[in-house]
């Protein structure tokens, strides 16, 4: 099967960028947040987090039809971008079909 390769890396860096947000937010925010009292580092990454997340699962509802992603993967990374690490978890499989 023939896939859009520009999409697919498109979306695979979209779940680095997103993956690593979380990481910042959970790492870095929020011990600021909780242990120096300094409430606005969670609001500027959850904002940036947030704006990210909604873009990964926008690129995943697209590529159902612009790559395309089987439906599978399309629930797996909405879910996958949910959880922590999922988006790394995800980008692995679509690396795989990048390479196929």
């Known amino acids: 099967?023939?896939?859009?390769r520009t999409f697919l890396l498109?979306?695979?860096?979209?779940?680095?960028i997103e993956g690593i947000s979380t990481l910042v937010l959970f790492f870095v925010a929020m011990p600021?947040?909780?242990?120096?009292?300094?409430?606005?580092?969670?609001t500027l990454a959850g904002m940036?987090?947030?704006f990210l997340f909604l873009g990964l699962i926008a690129l995943f509802v697209i590529g159902k039809s612009?790559?395309?992603l089987s439906?599978?993967?399309v629930i797996g990374g909405i879910v996958?971008?949910?959880?922590?690490?999922?988006?790394?978890v995800v980008d692995v499989k679509l690396y795989?079909?990048?390479?196929?």
């Open 66 to 68: 612009i790559v395309p």
């Open 10 to 16: 498109v979306l695979i860096w979209a779940g680095i």
């Open 80 to 88: 996958g971008a949910i959880l922590p690490f999922g988006p790394f």
């Open 48 to 50: 940036i987090h947030g």
């Open 96 to 100: 795989k079909l990048l390479k196929s």
């Open 71 to 73: 439906t599978k993967m």
């Open 32 to 42: 600021l947040k909780y242990i120096y009292d300094q409430p606005m580092a969670v």
């Open 1 to 4: 099967m023939k896939f859009n």
